[in-house]
C-alpha cells in the first residue's frame, strides 16, 4: 500500500501523512521497478539510478502519462524536520526559478516514508559528455558560457545564491537543432536577501571547494562564488580536466584552490576566452566579475579563437 502526500494539500488526512514522514525512518533504497504515487494519485515507475550524492538519489523514472522524468528522493535524516525544510526550500526555488537554463520541476510528493522531487530528465551531465567526448572545441564552451551566465543572471537576480554549480550539476538537454544548458541542484543554495545570522551553516563542495569559504580574506561566498565555480566548469570543459585528480586528499585539493592552480590552468591556454576563465577563477572575489551580466558584456566582445 502506497501513502501519498502533496506540498499543496491542507486537508487533515494530508497533514496526518505528512506528520508520518516527518518521523525519522530507516532509509530503504528504491527499487527498479517499483510504483510510488505522486500528487493526483499519478504513478511513477522507477528505472536505474543515475546518481547519488550526500543527501539524495536520482533514479530515472517513466510517469503513467509515458513522460521521462528524473526522480529525486532525500536520504532520510535523524533531523526529520531539517530534512522536510530542504525538501519544501528545493522545491519552492524550482516552482520560482522557471528559466530555459534551470531545470523544470514537475512534481512534490511524499510516498512510503520518503521525499520525492519529480524534475525534467536530461541526457546527461555535462561531465559526462566531456568524459566521452574529450574537451569541447572553444564554439561549444562559449555556448555553454553564455546559456550558464543567462541562467545565473536570472537566479541571482531572484535572490538565490546556489552554491553548487560543478559538472555534475549542469545537465544537458540535446535536441535535433540545438543543445540546451540547465542548471539542477538547488539543495544548498541560500537565500541572498535573508540574513547571514539566519542562515544555516556554510557549506563546501569537496571537489569544487571555494576560496572564500577556506579562507575568509577572499571575500566570502556572495554571487561571485557561482562565477568562481562556472569558471571550474568552463575550464573542465576546456581541458577535460580539472586542476586535481580524483582521489586528491582534501588538504591537496584545498591547497591547490587557495595557491590559484585552477586560474593558472585557465591562463596557460592562452587564448582570450581562456583568460576569460581565468578571471572568473580568481581567488579573491572581488577581482571576479562582478555578476553574471558583468561577465557576460565581457565575454560577448572577446572574439572567437
Same mark, same amino acid.
Given at each position: 500500500?502506497?501513502?501519498?502526500?502533496s506540498l499543496?494539500?491542507?486537508n487533515?488526512?494530508?497533514?496526518?501523512?505528512?506528520?508520518?514522514?516527518?518521523?525519522?525512518? +530507516?532509509?530503504?533504497?528504491p527499487?527498479?521497478?517499483s510504483?510510488?504515487?505522486?500528487?493526483g494519485?499519478?504513478?511513477?515507475?522507477?528505472?536505474?539510478?543515475?546518481?547519488?550524492?550526500?543527501f539524495?538519489?536520482?533514479?530515472?523514472?517513466?510517469d503513467?502519462?509515458?513522460?521521462?522524468?528524473?526522480?529525486?528522493? !532525500?536520504k532520510?535524516?535523524?533531523?526529520?524536520?531539517? !530534512?522536510?525544510?530542504q525538501?519544501?526550500?528545493?522545491?519552492?526555488?524550482?516552482?520560482k526559478l522557471?528559466?530555459?537554463?534551470?531545470?523544470?520541476?514537475?512534481?512534490?510528493?511524499?510516498?512510503? &516514508?520518503? !521525499?520525492? %522531487?519529480? !524534475?525534467?530528465?536530461a541526457?546527461?551531465?555535462?561531465?559526462? =559528455?566531456?568524459?566521452?567526448?574529450?574537451?569541447?572545441?572553444?564554439?561549444?564552451?562559449?555556448?555553454? #558560457?553564455r546559456?550558464?551566465?543567462?541562467? %545565473?543572471?536570472?537566479?541571482?537576480?531572484?535572490?538565490?545564491?546556489?552554491?553548487?554549480?560543478?559538472?555534475?550539476?549542469?545537465?544537458?538537454?540535446?535536441?535535433?537543432?540545438?543543445?540546451?544548458?540547465?542548471i539542477?541542484?538547488?539543495?544548498?543554495?541560500?537565500?541572498? &536577501?535573508?540574513?547571514?545570522?539566519?542562515?544555516?551553516?556554510? *557549506?563546501?563542495?569537496?571537489?569544487?571547494?571555494?576560496?572564500?569559504? *577556506?579562507?575568509?580574506?577572499?571575500?566570502?561566498?556572495?554571487?561571485?562564488?557561482?562565477?568562481?565555480?562556472?569558471?571550474?566548469?568552463?575550464?573542465?570543459?576546456?581541458?577535460?580536466?580539472?586542476?586535481?585528480?580524483e582521489?586528491?586528499?582534501?588538504?591537496?585539493?584545498?591547497?591547490?584552490?587557495?595557491?590559484g592552480?585552477?586560474?593558472?590552468?585557465? =591562463? #596557460?591556454?592562452?587564448t582570450p576566452?581562456s583568460?576569460?576563465?581565468?578571471? *572568473?577563477?580568481?581567488?579573491? #572575489?572581488?577581482?571576479?566579475?562582478?555578476s553574471? *551580466?558583468?561577465?557576460?558584456?565581457? %565575454?560577448?566582445?572577446? +572574439?572567437?579563437?
Open positions: 500500500m502506497h501513502t501519498s502526500t499543496a494539500g491542507r487533515a488526512n494530508r497533514g496526518s501523512q505528512m506528520q508520518q514522514l516527518l518521523q525519522p525512518q +530507516p532509509f530503504m533504497v527499487s527498479p521497478g510504483t510510488v504515487y505522486g500528487s494519485g499519478v504513478a511513477y515507475t522507477l528505472g536505474p539510478p543515475i546518481k547519488e550524492g550526500g539524495a538519489m536520482v533514479y530515472e523514472a517513466i503513467e502519462f509515458g513522460n521521462p522524468v528524473a526522480l529525486k528522493v !532525500l532520510p535524516s535523524a533531523d526529520a524536520v531539517g !530534512l522536510h525544510q525538501w519544501t526550500h528545493e522545491h519552492t526555488l524550482f516552482l522557471r528559466h530555459p537554463n534551470v531545470v523544470t520541476i514537475y512534481d512534490a510528493f511524499g510516498a512510503n &516514508f520518503l !521525499l520525492f %522531487l519529480a !524534475l525534467e530528465r541526457h546527461g551531465t555535462i561531465g559526462d =559528455e566531456v568524459r566521452q567526448r574529450g574537451p569541447m572545441p572553444e564554439w561549444r564552451a562559449r555556448e555553454v #558560457a546559456q550558464l551566465l543567462f541562467g %545565473l543572471n536570472f537566479v541571482h537576480s531572484h535572490g538565490v545564491l546556489h552554491k553548487d554549480i560543478t559538472i555534475n550539476n549542469v545537465l544537458v538537454f540535446n535536441n535535433p537543432l540545438t543543445t540546451t544548458f540547465k539542477s541542484d538547488f539543495g544548498i543554495s541560500r537565500d541572498l &536577501f535573508t540574513p547571514w545570522a539566519m542562515q544555516p551553516p556554510e *557549506l563546501n563542495n569537496a571537489i569544487f571547494p571555494l576560496p572564500e569559504i *577556506l579562507l575568509q580574506e577572499f571575500g566570502g561566498s556572495s554571487i561571485r562564488s557561482d562565477l568562481y565555480h562556472l569558471g571550474l566548469v568552463l575550464l573542465f570543459c576546456l581541458t577535460g580536466q580539472l586542476p586535481w585528480h582521489g586528491t586528499p582534501q588538504e591537496q585539493i584545498n591547497a591547490a584552490a587557495l595557491n592552480a585552477p586560474r593558472q590552468q585557465a =591562463e #596557460a591556454l592562452r576566452f583568460a576569460f576563465v581565468a578571471v *572568473l577563477l580568481r581567488r579573491h #572575489a572581488d577581482f571576479r566579475y562582478q553574471a *551580466l558583468d561577465a557576460w558584456r565581457a %565575454l560577448k566582445f572577446i +572574439p572567437a579563437s
